[in-house]
């Protein structure tokens, strides 16, 4: 049996969509080498040429994702296809292959109907966070993607967060299959973590990673570590971002390390005694995975999927959507608190253990068998 995975990027490349193809690709390898199925890959990147730019000045400057793209990527897909003739295809993106005949599935973290429903829910954040997004638009591009669900085989989604916002945008709940995600350490895998331990009196070590530093929410942890500062606790900050403020680095309780490999992430997520992540929308951050596989409990917004992986009073703490600095700071002393610490520390190993590429590319492989075939 031949499987194909297409995207809009290489999946080869370990920096594209924050590892997770590369990951899922090297898992599918491996699995594909054990029941001697054949794997092949394509990249529908548009090129960098006059004719790209022309596109792009005709739909718009706002128009340049992933749904815009495809009537144009989409053709060099089909092309693809037909000339390798995969048995089922495995889509990062919205392709439409429906005249190929090729079974076609999608995995996906979230759809356009769901920034609609965030900016509908909580407008105020919105307008903050993402100020270009606009109904109007995302549901034009909602519009253009549209068949190319409704026709795909199936749709693998990252989280029931996600196969919920596909329900509610019509797609029938038998094609939908939650597989989730897993950390993307790419062959470096932590080995022999053992839970950690936080004394009364020790500095408190945050980390943070990810960017934009405003979407992921980067101010909310600082103006919740000055609070902890200011009543009389030892904190440290530390940032892997690529976008710190420059006021945000020139704190004397920050350190940031800017945009970091695996290697640097290990050390610090090693270092670090607690993984704040107060994003404001975030379908399914791997790095919360990444803070637990290395015994680190998570706090996190309560947004988006989040609840399916850090669980308050287990592995970590979660910060109420509309959540303040204060509430914040309150809940990094009681993830930090001696007393349970620990058991915090080692039910993020436990958890993080639950999630696995080579599990996921396993239940994909089945699944396409059983609804593709």
């Known amino acids: 049996m031949k499987i194909g995975i297409a995207a809009a990027f290489k999946v080869q490349n370990p920096s594209a969509w924050s590892g997770t193809p590369f990951s899922l690709y090297t898992a599918f390898a491996k699995l594909c080498e ?18 790209n730019e022309q596109v792009r000045r005709r739909i718009g400057q706002r128009a340049r994702g992933q749904a815009w793209r495809n009537k144009y990527t989409s053709k060099a897909v089909r092309a693809w296809v037909r000339q390798e003739k995969p048995d089922f295809l495995l889509q990062f993106g919205g392709f439409d292959v429906a005249a190929t005949g090729v079974p076609a599935f999608i995995y996906a973290d979230m759809n356009y109907g769901m920034s609609r429903a965030y900016i509908r829910e ?3 954040l919105a307008a903050v966070v993402y100020p270009d997004w606009e109904d109007k638009q995302l549901a034009k591009a909602q519009r253009a993607v549209q068949p190319v669900l409704e026709n795909a085989a199936g749709i693998f989604t990252m989280s029931d967060w996600c196969r919920r916002g596909f329900i509610d945008i019509g797609i029938p709940p038998e094609r939908l299959h939650t597989v989730y995600a897993a950390p993307n350490w790419h062959g470096a895998e932590p080995q022999g973590i053992v839970p950690k331990d936080h004394k009364a009196g ?6 943070f990673v990810g960017s934009p530093f405003l979407n992921k ?4 942890l600082i103006e919740g570590a000055m609070l ?7 904190v440290s900050v530390h940032i892997a971002c690529k976008d710190t403020p420059e006021e945000v680095k020139a704190l004397p309780f ?5 945009f970091c490999g695996k290697a640097q992430l290990k050390a610090l997520y090693q270092a670090a005694d607690v993984f704040v992540m107060p994003t404001y929308f975030d379908c399914f951050p791997i790095v919360v995975l990444e803070a637990m596989s290395m015994a680190v409990p998570v706090i996190a917004r309560d947004v988006c999927s989040l609840r399916e992986t850090v669980h308050p009073g287990k592995n970590g703490a979660l910060l ?23 058991d915090y520390s080692a ?12 599990r996921i590319a396993e239940t994909m492989l089945n699944t396409m068998r059983e609804t593709g075939g």
Do not use: M
């Not at 929410?217 to 909310?220: D, L, N, P, S, V």
């Not at 920050?254 to 800017?258: A, E, F, L, R």
């Not at 204060?326 to 610490?341: G, R």
């Not at 039910?347 to 080579?358: H, L």
């Open 34 to 51: 054990k029941t001697g199925d054949e794997l092949v890959t394509f990249s529908a990147r548009l090129p960098q040429t006059v004719w």
């Open 122 to 124: 909580y407008p105020l």
């Open 202 to 207: 020790d500095a408190i070590r945050i980390l």
């Open 217 to 220: 929410g980067g101010q909310t």
């Open 228 to 234: 902890l500062l200011s009543a009389g606790h030892s």
């Open 254 to 258: 920050v350190t940031d390390h800017g």
């Open 320 to 342: 109420r959507t509309d959540g303040s600095p204060q509430e914040l700071a309150s809940l990094i002393l009681q993830v930090t608190d001696p007393a349970v610490y620990t």
């Open 347 to 358: 039910n993020a190993v436990e958890s993080a253990e639950t999630y696995s590429w080579d």
